[in-house]
Nanobody, 129 residues
């Protein structure tokens, strides 16, 4: 059974940190680029970050650059999103997803959710004092 499972969400104060994990089962992540998306209440799903399968290239939406770091551990079949200096506007449900877009196209289209195939169920991140 192909499955992606996110974990690591929770309630954190502004300025705090969380590390989200995206673990795959039933298939190997090695051949997929992995994206993190988020969706806040009443808003559209937004691409947050992506990491390629081939050369490890990473991409970030402007609002998280310098605060979030995406990484992957293929041996553990897991992708991580380290989130530092969290702000209330980072509050959302965070999802990971797989895509087979090749690197040149990935650089342009990684933010488009329709380019992704398998999705996890999401993990809630709430940033509040």
């Amino acid at each position: 059974q192909v499955q992606l499972v996110e974990s690591g969400g929770g309630l954190v104060q502004p300025g705090g940190s969380l590390r989200l994990s995206c673990a795959a089962s039933g298939f190997t992540l090695d051949y997929y680029a992995i994206g993190w998306f988020r969706q806040a209440p009443g808003k559209e799903r937004e691409g947050v970050s992506c990491i390629s399968s081939s050369d490890g290239s990473t991409y970030y939406t402007d609002s998280v650059k310098g605060r979030f770091t995406i990484s992957r551990d293929n041996a553990k079949n897991t992708v991580y999103l380290q989130m530092n200096s969290l702000k209330p506007e980072d509050t959302a449900v965070y999802y990971c997803a797989t895509t087979t877009l090749p690197p040149p196209i990935l650089a342009r289209l990684w933010v488009l959710s329709q380019q992704y195939d398998y999705w996890g169920q999401g993990t809630q991140v709430t940033v509040s004092s």
